[in-house]
């Protein structure tokens, strides 16, 4: 039992993170640049703040429930699945290090830079992609799984 109340929360996190980061694609990040320069660093200092409840602790139990997935999985999704969505998790991790954090760090000390927007704009995309996939493959998982 303890396997699918596992699975339940990875399933609920993949989507839950897919839907927040698409919204922070599509409509957050396209905003930045009416915010407005003179205000723009106390607006990313304010961001970063407030995304650590409903973006960062979701991402971050994701990769926690993943983790534990490898050793409590119910049978129908394979430990190859499990390696799968780790991997996308890691690509996450990687490009949210690589890029956004770092992009919004700057910005919050920076303030307004076009250039460092864009770059967000366009490398934030591997995000929303791979919690699109996992939430694809998690939400295929469960359908093949409640078949009769």
Known sequence: MTEFIIFGAFLF????NT?????LQIQHYGIYP????????????????SARIPSILPAML???????LFF???QFISLAEVFLFLVLNIVALISTFTWQ??????????GYDENK??????TNWIRTIVFLL???????????????
Not at 13 to 16: G, H, N, P, R
Not at 117 to 122: E, K, T
Not at 134 to 141: C, D, F, K, L, T
């Open 13 to 16: 996190l993949a989507v839950f």
């Open 19 to 23: 839907g927040n980061m698409t919204t």
């Open 34 to 49: 009416f915010v407005g320069k003179e205000t723009f660093k106390e607006y990313i200092q304010a961001n970063n703040k």
């Open 62 to 68: 994701l990769l926690l429930v993943n983790i534990i």
């Open 72 to 74: 409590t999985r119910p």
């Open 101 to 110: 954090r770092k992009l919004q760090g700057q910005m919050a000390i920076i």
């Open 117 to 122: 927007i864009n770059l967000l704009l366009s």
């Open 134 to 148: 996992q939430a694809i493959i998690a939400v295929s998982i469960t359908v093949v799984a409640l078949k009769p």
